[in-house]
């Protein structure tokens, strides 16, 4: 049972780098979620899907960018990093909207941008 | 908005001590909350759930009520374990696609 998976798992990135984080799950939901976790600040959504070739705002989106081309993929983008995007990032999905079922998060990616 | 305010840590316990950890919540209408909990080195995964008032969640020995008039949903558990040794998160969801959660705190049991 893989559930969430993301890559890369950490990565070092230079300021005004770009790179994507991929996010697949396996367990055919629906809805899909980008979160950050910083210390003392919880986990801020991002940008979320609530299904194929749709995406969302979510707390805090600026310098991101997402996709959700296929059901079992979400992708989330840096066009331009910043140190401030230095973060752990979590992707998670559910079945249904998550009042009804429980969010499935995948284990992280630690980015740190110099 | 809605907001969620739990008690800031780090909680450190002995094996076999009470456990709670408060969380009480700001929403409008009638929210359902969650706790999750994060272990070392992975992701959030949900611990329990209540979904109107008066609802008691419980799960791997913990348990947490959704108390209206107070609005708060503490977690307790009667006797922890080593293995409890993670970072909980309160959370609330007022019915839209986005889960507000609180800043989590880090609990350590030791033996």
């Known amino acids: 049972n893989a559930g969430v998976t993301q890559t890369p798992k950490f990565r070092v990135l230079k300021t005004g780098q770009s790179m994507t984080l991929l996010c697949a799950q396996d367990m055919n939901h629906e809805y899909m979620y980008w979160y950050r976790q910083d210390p003392g600040m919880g986990l801020r959504l991002i940008h979320y899907?609530?299904?194929?070739?749709?995406?969302a705002k979510g707390e805090v989106p600026d310098g991101y960018n997402v996709s959700r081309l296929k059901k079992q993929n979400f992708l989330l983008g840096l066009e331009s990093a910043a140190p401030s995007q230095t973060s752990v990032y979590f992707c998670a999905s559910s079945y249904d909207r998550h009042y009804n079922s429980p969010l499935h998060f995948g284990n992280g990616t630690r980015l740190t941008v110099t | 908005g809605n907001s969620v305010t739990q008690m800031e840590g780090p909680v450190t316990l002995s094996e076999e001590a009470f456990l709670t950890i408060n969380c009480t919540y700001t929403a409008t209408g009638y929210p359902s909350l969650f706790w999750y909990v994060q272990y070392p080195g992975e992701g959030l995964q949900l611990l329990l759930k209540?979904?109107?008032?008066?609802d008691k969640g419980s799960n791997k020995g913990f348990e947490a009520t959704y108390r209206k008039e107070t609005t708060s949903f503490h977690l307790e558990k009667g006797s922890v374990q080593v293995s409890d040794s993670a970072v909980y998160f309160c959370a609330l969801n007022g019915g839209s696609e986005k889960l507000v959660f609180g800043k989590g705190t880090k609990l350590t049991v030791n033996p």
């Open positions: 899907s609530v299904g194929e070739g749709t995406t």
């Open positions: 209540a979904t109107k008032a008066d």
